[in-house]
């Protein structure tokens, strides 16, 4: 009886945690150009890393379009003056970010914005970026309520929907980027868990057949 208990227990954690996949890391690298203004940290020569977490599992619907809205986000600065590190960044809003890929507009996709300009703006240590809008040629058509795939952002080719602007202290640059290709996986901690229960499940199956 306790043996088809634990049976029934694996089943279904096995089954609850494969629905997770939905969970997925989406990350990008870029060095800005700088337009016009001021780059007093030499962030035009820096490397600018993105990762975007998210636990959701299913698209919502945001405005007709399908997106997930991601539990935490940062930002790994390289080669800058003096604001090298990495920071856990979040929207003026004080809100997560918005990733969605096919706004059903000239078919693109856009990471790491949301729908008004204050959800654009996030800062890190000492320095304030606004406009931040990256976007890309959509590699996916998902609908909404439909589960949420790491290809739906895998390989997507981005670009700042025009030039965004950084802050710091009251010197201030307007910058842009492009060919920034995105990279889409399940979070890290969906494969620990699978690993985990796997092995348990392995290990019941074993003990059965002694």
């Known amino acids: 009886m306790k043996l088809k208990l634990l049976y029934s227990l694996l089943t279904t954690l096995l089954s609850s945690t494969a629905a997770t996949f939905g969970a997925l890391s989406v990350s990008f690298s870029f060095s800005p150009t700088l ?11 820096a490397t600018w890393s993105f990762t975007y977490n998210s636990s959701q599992t299913n698209y919502g619907n ?22 090298d590190g990495t920071y856990a960044i979040m929207d003026a809003t004080t809100n997560n970010f918005l990733l969605i890929p096919d706004t059903g507009l000239a078919n693109t996709a856009s990471v790491g914005i949301n729908t008004n300009v204050s959800e654009s ?24 309520n439909d589960p949420v795939s790491p290809s739906d952002f895998n390989g997507i080719s981005l670009a700042n929907d025009g030039q965004f602007r950084v802050t710091v202290g009251g ?3 307007e910058f842009t980027f492009t060919n920034a290709t995105t990279s889409a ?6 494969y620990v868990l699978i690993a985990g229960l796997t092995s348990l ?10």
């Open 35 to 45: 337009q016009s203004g001021l780059d007093p940290q030499d962030l035009a020569n």
């Open 201 to 210: 499940f392995l290990a019941f199956y074993i003990r059965r057949k002694q």
């Open 121 to 144: 703006e996030f800062s890190f240590s000492g320095v304030t970026v606004e406009f931040f809008g990256p976007t890309g040629t959509q590699v996916a058509i998902p609908a909404v």
């Open 171 to 173: 010197d201030s640059g």
């Open 185 to 190: 996986i399940p979070e890290p901690g969906t």
């Open 62 to 83: 945001f405005g007709g379009f399908p997106g997930i809205v991601t539990d935490s986000a940062e930002l790994t600065i390289t080669g800058s003056v003096s604001v």
